[in-house]
């Protein structure tokens, strides 16, 4: 039987129990506490067994968020996914999916009624739109269609 410290478990679950969380997300919260990461990475291991901790199902979770709430961009939606360390073997397959459901030229079209309902073509809104859609994540062929 693997021993671990009972504190550190409940505190992780009732952590998780707000929403999920990837596992490396766990692991620094808690080595900023202070905890040793012996300990920590033993209770995540029996955590990962168990279900609680699921890099997969948070990853499709997050990226729905980040595509269906936020209407990112799939480079955007890439780079926020950096600090959680998920395979991309996992990763690129999930959003991959979403993208085929909420297409980029659909999401584009929601941004630009909520954000630039009086939408007009001369070179200065084109340039602010531009910028706007780059720094949400979309590249070029994604939105090109608005300047044709």
Known sequence: MIKYNQELKESIINLLSFRLRSRIEVER??????????????????????????????????????????????????????????????????????????????????????KFPELSYDAESKKRIHSYLKRKGFSWKDYGFIFE
């Open 29 to 114: 919260r808690y080595l900023s506490k202070g905890y040793n990461a012996k300990e920590i990475n033993s209770v995540l291991n029996h955590l990962e067994s168990k279900g609680y901790i699921n890099d997969e199902k948070f990853a499709k979770m997050y990226a729905s968020y980040l595509i269906k709430s936020k209407l990112l961009g799939k480079r955007l939606v890439l780079y926020k996914f950096k600090i959680h360390q998920i395979e991309m073997d996992t990763l690129v397959p999930i959003i991959d999916e979403l993208y085929k459901k909420y297409t980029p030229s659909s999401l584009i079209k929601i941004i630009i009624k909520r």
